[in-house]
């Protein structure tokens, strides 16, 4: 069974920047593909950003693009999100998940990952 504890959410003015940590524990997190996903009040919860573990491809909501950055560092079992110029639609609990993945594959639907964190609140004022 994964573990996964999200950090790092507040409240920041529109055009500043988060970064974001989510600690996984209880699996071989080297083979697992990771994602980010958050929901606003009152819809439904959307893809933001994923990344393999071979070699590490990222794969990014148009939303998003250009001004996030999903990374991870196995060796702390550990998967970021770098957000930078935030906008006030950018509200949202953010939610860290994860599916074993033997192929490396990147997962952009809710469906497709099986462990999620409990969520952190990002709020970004204008």
């Known amino acids: 069974q994964v573990q996964l504890v999200e950090s790092g959410g507040g409240l920041v003015q529109a055009g500043g920047s988060l970064r974001l940590s989510c600690a996984a524990s209880?699996?071989?997190?080297?083979?697992?593909?990771m994602g980010w996903f958050r929901q606003a009040p009152g819809k439904e919860r959307e893809f933001v950003a994923a990344?393999?573990?071979?070699?590490?491809?990222?794969y990014y909501a148009d939303s998003v693009k250009g001004r996030f950055t999903i990374s991870r560092d196995n060796a702390k079992n550990t998967v970021y999100l770098q957000m930078n110029s935030l906008k006030p639609e950018d509200t949202a609990v953010y939610y860290c998940?994860?599916?074993?993945?033997?192929?490396?594959?990147?997962?952009?639907?809710?469906?497709?990952?099986?462990?999620w964190g409990q969520g952190t609140q990002v709020a970004v004022s204008s």
């Open positions: 998940a994860a599916r074993r993945s033997d192929s490396g594959l990147i997962y952009t639907r809710k469906y497709e990952y099986d462990y």
């Open positions: 209880g699996g071989t997190f080297s083979r697992y593909t």
């Open positions: 990344i393999s573990w071979s070699p590490g491809s990222t």
